[in-house]
């Protein structure tokens, strides 16, 4: 960042970060006092941890995208397309959809198998008692650390290199906002004000995308920027790939990532709470079909960001329009994430500026709240009712839930000024992720589908597979470079192998404590016997019967038959379409163009391009416009109300058909929001 000027003054960065996070907060804040008077919306601790349980599909794919959309997604997808070429961008974005599919399937079994739980950690609670539910706590409290540091330190290097703002200072203000909303709303102002941002966010990568393919005066053609592409790979070409030729999937450096990259994601959705807190949140039968939109809507996300601003920083770097003209980018302003906001500079000046900071600014705020929301979760339910006061009124837990909610986020906001003085990036960060937590994802999946997985094997196993995947990690740095820096820690193989033996070492684990101390024969009661918060209190206090607030209902024997029926064959559709994507996604489509070292032609190249920007376009109906449609009763009874022209629902009030939720009884008794 040396000697490249910030596009923008810091008045105009403080300006835009301290503006749009007031703007966030007071919004949300007005939309949960609306849903409260109009709706009767009663802030209890069920609603506040798991929105009533009642989010419909187009909502939880927006929360998906939205909270799957980190600071990372568009800056680290952007800075391997421009280290690796058109490879990157695929293998980020291949390699981070799969496990959102994949968890479509042990969401389904979370609902069915444990319907009234908070968080996966109480299920594990439920099946493997005290050890367990420590072990795996530790590894979601990590995951949800990391995610939040990538968040903090990746979103503050983009506002200081814009801006000049002290990286510091963007660090605090960064999530100020968040906290306002995220304390006063809890879940369902996460789910809403995801998405708010992932319209905001779809609309900046949309105009990104037409800019470098169709209308920017530099660049403005898949032709052009293909030319461009030659000859940046004549001057620099790629080591490892193909012809040197940025335009191929034939990279061994790329290839490299994209096994990387898998196995950190699957740490990063498998053990983060966010995840889990989704599936709860949603209805029964929106939880499928809202992961699989959320997870092939996201798919475009960084692969046409990436595709369109790492392809267009290439191209750019020779024309006197890129920040760092003449001279190439410094490679720790490519690990911190700088590729994004240069090339943004470059093709629209001040514009791509402004647009490139309300982009990191929706992506890090929203991935934010929903981090302080998992681990807000994690601290009321999992660690103050379970060890310190298990018969909390809901008043207490709500309690609890706002003093986690800001704690978090000022311990975030310390760790990451360590790590930015510790010179630790956003793209070092990213790949290291998996070393730490991913031994614990066999154990954690195994623990919702396999009734012989015994306590040893699924307490034991993520322990040793972490210290085998640090040893890995270490070792291979030091062999391949003789010392031990961020630097050699950083690099590809030894990351490499640390994430690998992370992930696979329980598979050795498993079955090795399995032969000792034999297979369990679980019958799943007691992850059914999780019971609801009480939130008498809460209901009492604001003059109405528990049972008519969101989550409040204690089900019949008959609706909860109806539901598992439901969900057990949610269940047997997601296995077999989940799996079906995720190969289409890992091989059949990438395999084949890895193993020929096809080099794309100029026609080839511009079909490329139009399918990812066809995705995103897409994408944005399925995600950014269903939603609206889709609460459309909720939304236009909640104005009427707040203009006086409607009905303020009131108990006993029978909702309109269509807005609730098909299989929450509780909605129609209270007339709750569908939103
Ligand atoms: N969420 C990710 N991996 O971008």
Redesign the pocket.
């Known amino acids: 960042m040396a000697g490249v000027p910030p596009a923008l003054s810091q008045g105009a960065g403080y300006g835009i970060v301290i503006g749009l996070s007031v703007a966030f907060a007071l919004v949300m804040i007005g939309i949960t006092w609306s849903l409260k008077k109009v709706n009767r919306e009663v802030q209890t601790s069920e609603m506040f941890n798991t929105a009533g349980r009642s989010v419909k599909a187009g909502l939880i794919g927006s929360a998906v995208v939205s909270s799957?959309?980190?600071a990372?997604?568009l800056l680290q997808s952007t800075t391997v397309c421009y280290k690796y070429g058109v490879s990157g961008p695929f293998w980020y974005a291949s390699g981070?959809t799969v496990q959102i599919l994949l968890f479509a399937t042990l969401a389904i079994e979370m609902k069915r198998r444990a319907p009234n739980a908070h968080t996966f950690l109480e299920v594990i609670r439920a099946r493997f008692g005290t050890a367990g539910h420590i072990v795996f706590m530790v590894f979601g409290l990590i995951t949800n650390i990391l995610v939040s540091l990538m968040l903090y330190v990746g979103g503050s290097a983009v506002v200081n290199a814009l801006t000049g703002m002290h990286t510091i200072a963007a660090i605090f203000i960064l999530p100020a906002g968040v906290i306002a909303y995220t304390v006063v709303g809890g879940l369902k102002a996460t789910i809403l004000t995801d998405w708010a941002n992932t319209f905001i966010m779809l609309v900046i990568i949309i105009i990104y995308g037409f800019e470098v393919y169709a209308s920017n005066p530099l660049l403005g053609s898949p032709a052009r920027v293909y030319e461009l592409l030659v000859e940046a790979a004549a001057r620099h070409p790629v080591d490892g790939n193909a012809g040197g030729s940025y335009l191929t999937m034939r990279s061994t450096d790329g290839i490299i990532f994209f096994v990387i990259n898998i196995v950190g994601?699957f740490g990063?959705v498998f053990l983060d709470n966010g995840y889990w807190n989704k599936a709860i949140a949603a209805s029964p039968v929106d939880a499928l079909p809202g992961y699989i939109l959320g997870g092939l809507t996201w798919f475009a996300v960084?692969w046409l960001t990436a595709t369109a601003m790492g392809l267009a920083a290439l191209a750019l770097e020779t024309n006197a329009a890129f920040p760092t003209f003449p001279d190439r980018m410094d490679p720790n302003d490519v690990s911190a994430g700088l590729v994004l906001p240069y090339a943004a500079v470059a093709l629209l000046g001040k514009g791509g500026a402004v647009a490139a900071l309300i982009m990191v600014f929706t992506a890090v705020t929203s991935a934010t709240s929903s981090e302080l929301v998992a681990v807000s979760s994690i601290c009321t339910y999992d660690i103050y009712r379970t060890y310190f006061k298990p018969n909390a009124s809901g008043k207490s837990l709500i309690w609890m839930s706002h003093v986690a909610v800001a704690s978090y986020s000022l311990f975030i906001s310390a760790f990451s000024i360590g790590l930015w003085y510790g010179g630790i990036s956003l793209g070092w960060l990213y790949l290291f992720m998996g070393v730490v937590i991913s031994s614990a994802v066999l154990p954690a999946t195994l623990t919702m589908l396999w009734k012989g997985l015994n306590k040893w094997a699924a307490c034991l196993s993520p322990i040793l597979g972490t210290c085998c995947s640090l040893i890995a990690w270490i070792v291979t740095a030091h062999k391949e470079s003789g010392e031990l820096t961020v630097d050699s820690l950083g690099a590809n193989y030894p990351m490499l192998a640390g994430n690998v033996t992370a992930l696979l070492s329980p598979a050795v684990f498993i079955p090795i404590f399995t032969l000792i101390f034999g297979m369990d024969d679980y019958d799943w009661q007691s992850m059914m016997n999780i019971k609801r918060g009480d939130d008498h209190d809460v209901a009492e206090a604001e003059g109405v019967n528990v049972e008519d607030t969101m989550g409040g209902h204690e089900e019949t024997a008959a609706e909860f038959d109806e539901e598992q029926k439901k969900l057990l064959h949610a269940s047997k559709i997601s296995k077999i379409m989940t799996t079906v994507m995720t190969i289409i996604l890992l091989v059949l489509w990438p395999i084949p163009m890895y193993g020929s070292g096809y080099i794309f032609s100029e026609g080839f190249f511009a079909g490329w391009a139009s399918i990812a920007l066809a995705w995103i376009l897409i994408s944005f109906l399925l995600v950014g416009v269903y939603p609206v449609w889709e609460g459309r009763v909720t939304i236009v009874r909640t104005i009427k109300g707040l203009l006086g022209k409607g009905d303020v629902i009131t108990e006993g009030h029978e909702a309109s058909p269509g807005d609730i939720t098909p299989t929450e009884k509780s909605g129609a008794k209270g007339g709750v929001s569908a939103l």
């Open positions: 799957w959309t980190w990372a997604t981070a994601n990063t960084p």
